[in-house]
């Protein structure tokens, strides 16, 4: 059986002082109200795991919250690519068509179709959920070209958008 917690916390149970990247940590599971809760401990302020706990284990502080380590939250994308097909500013074309391809790899959008056009090809695209159609432009773009856009693209949303 696979159990998922989350991460470790920003700060110390005991003492509410930020847990710093890097450091040793101390992390203890409890069940509370049929609820599994974790706990995070500084080195410090280890003393031993709280009585009724489930499990304790000792690990590292990860690095802080890097927006270009973050994860991409589908929804916030759709909105942003929402916003950019409405405005439909040739400055954000590239933008719109690798959100496009992200989106259709998290199943938010859904390939309709293709035709082609002066410029190479249209993409149909309509969200999963029936959210209107969108065309976009297939610029084929390398894949170190796709993968610059996806990294700003990832900060971008994480700074501008949550």
Known sequence: MDYHFKPPSKTCAT?????????????????KN????RFDYSDEAWQG???????YWKTVVPAGND??????????AFRYFEQLSEEMNPEYERRRYVLALLLLQH???RLDGSRPDDCGGVLELSGVRGEGTYEVQDLQLPETVTRQI?????VHLATEWN
């Not at 003492?15 to 069940?31: A, Q, R, Y």
């Not at 795991?49 to 499990?55: I, Q, T, V």
């Open 67 to 76: 927006p270009r380590e973050q994860r991409l939250d589908p929804d916030t």
């Open 49 to 55: 795991p709280p009585e009724g706990h489930l499990g």
């Open 150 to 154: 996806q990294a700003e693209l990832k």
């Open 15 to 31: 003492t509410g002082k930020p847990l710093s990247p890097g450091t040793v940590c101390h992390s203890v599971l409890i069940e």
């Open 107 to 109: 199943r938010k959008l």
């Open 34 to 37: 049929g609820v599994m809760t």
